[in-house]
């Protein structure tokens, strides 16, 4: 089993930062790609951004320019630094993490969720 355990939500006025982190523990062998995906009041989940083993990161065109996620390799953590939140970013964060596990088989697993609520 892979856990993710997430934390860093909150609520804030619009401008103002959030960073969210995400810790991998479990039979982890290696981990490829660890992102960011969110939900808001009647939307689908969407990839916010992820960042892959090698460092190469992919960005919803929505948050290019304010949010920055980073890795922790070693302590297998995963970063979301939010700037210049919008109210439109108010959404469930959950973090995702692929990789392989420490026996055999690959993971995709999911964390619980963290709310982020940005005021007007």
């Known amino acids: 089993q892979v856990q993710l355990v997430e934390s860093g939500g909150g609520l804030v006025q619009a401008g103002e930062s959030l960073r969210l982190s995400c810790a991998a523990s479990g039979s982890i062998r290696r981990i490829d790609d660890m992102g960011w995906y969110r939900q808001g009041p009647g939307r689908q989940r969407e990839l916010v951004a992820e960042?892959?083993?090698?460092?190469?990161?992919n960005y919803a065109d929505s948050v290019k320019g304010r949010f920055t996620i980073s890795r922790d390799n070693g302590k297998n953590i995963v970063y979301l630094e939010m700037n210049n939140l919008r109210p439109d970013d108010t959404a469930v964060y959950y973090c995702?993490?692929?990789?392989?596990?420490?026996?055999?088989?690959?993971?995709?697993?999911w964390g619980q969720g963290t709310q982020v609520t940005v005021s007007s």
């Open positions: 995702n993490a692929r990789g392989l596990r420490t026996l055999s088989g690959l993971f995709n697993s």
């Open positions: 960042m892959a083993d090698g460092g190469t990161t």
